[in-house]
């Protein structure tokens, strides 16, 4: 199951989670205003929301296998398009001028905030087609949906590192500063990333 395949996809995987979006500014906006215990709040409603989309993909993806088995393959190169645009996105963040402020404050008690955070996967379109993908990327085609789900627990034990992670170094004054400052590094590094792992999944394929 675990291949050198997998593990530059699992890479990936945790860097687009990672990487600036809503999720990752709405953790740093929350920890840097409200404080950590916040944004732990936040973290778990955004995995909570990321699981649905996760268990829901892999049991939908393993009844479509078994009637339309290319619906598989179809999906495989979509996932390869998302890092491609990932890689794009990621390129032209880099390029820009550094933001002033970062992070997206989110605030209210802390039910309300894993509400808040859970609604940002939850009504996420590319949340699911994320899954979707990633699945399809790893998987072999007659995967199973005990397969697809042990897929889930490794991707999705990485994004609780993560997000989790991004918590704890958020509440931080220094560690925003200093991301602040290489921002656009690490936006140019993920940009590499993203397309050299596109690449590696569409020339894998056509071998």
């Given amino acids: 199951m675990i291949t050198p395949e997998f593990a530059l996809i699992w890479v990936a995987w945790l860097l687009a989670g ?3 979006g809503p999720a990752t500014m709405g953790i740093a906006g929350s920890a840097r205003t409200a404080g950590r215990p ?24 393993a009844a479509i296998m078994l009637a339309n088995a290319w619906v ?9 398009a998302y890092l ?28 309300s905030l894993f509400t808040k955070g859970a609604g940002i996967h939850i009504t996420n379109p590319k949340a699911i087609l994320s899954w979707g993908s ?16 042990g897929y889930f627990g490794m991707l999705y034990a990485g994004w ?8 704890f170094l958020f509440s931080s ?3 925003l500063t200093a991301y602040a400052c290489a921002r656009r590094w690490f936006d140019l590094a993920f940009a590499g990333f993203f397309g050299f792992a596109s690449i590696s999944i569409l020339t894998a394929r056509l071998q």
């Fill in 173 to 175: 004054a220094r560690v």
């Fill in 38 to 61: 916040s944004a732990l709040a936040f973290v778990l409603g955004i995995l909570a929301g990321s699981a649905s989309w996760g268990i829901a993909a892999a049991l939908g993806l």
């Fill in 72 to 80: 598989f393959e179809v999906i495989r190169y979509i996932g390869a």
């Fill in 134 to 149: 990633i699945y399809a990327i790893v998987a072999p085609a007659d995967a199973s949906v005990f397969m697809l789900l």
């Fill in 84 to 111: 491609a645009w990932l890689a794009l996105k990621a390129l032209k963040s880099g390029v820009k001028p550094d933001a002033a402020k970062l992070g997206t404050p989110f605030s209210g008690s802390l039910r």
């Fill in 160 to 167: 609780i590192l993560i997000f989790i992670g991004y918590a």
């Fill in 18 to 20: 990672g990487s600036p």
